[in-house]
């Protein structure tokens, strides 16, 4: 009986050092986008499912040269055309690989309008690399 609930005790432990580690991408990120070099913020949280997403929640420049929010035209969503960009999901589905250490997923480049599979992993403590 002791051997039993010694293993579910260690079976128990690295799930929750698993899931932690999971967790530990949830967070605010500084971004500049590659081909439209806007300044933005994204925050990275998990969905209900377990998979992580990502939105836009602050840019440094909000507004197009008529003060308007700025859209996104090049969206598949028509939504996007005519609304703020901000509160805009651009990472959709990521899910964490613990073999690999890293998160995947699906990416959204609002410079080009596509979405590309992707993989996020840790550069530093505080710093993302998306692929």
Known sequence: ???ITII???LLTISVFCQAQADKIVGFYYAI???????????IYKNADGTYSGKIVWMKNPFDKNGK???DKKH?????HNHSVIGMDVLQNFEYDEKK???NGRGYNPGNGK???SKITFETETRLKLR
């Open 33 to 43: 986008g590659v081909e439209t070099k806007e300044e933005s913020q994204v925050e």
């Open 1 to 3: 009986m002791t051997k």
């Open 8 to 10: 579910l005790l260690l």
């Open 115 to 117: 979405t590309y599979k």
């Open 69 to 71: 929010p700025k859209t």
């Open 76 to 80: 598949p969503n028509k939504y996007w």
């Open 101 to 103: 250490n890293c998160w």
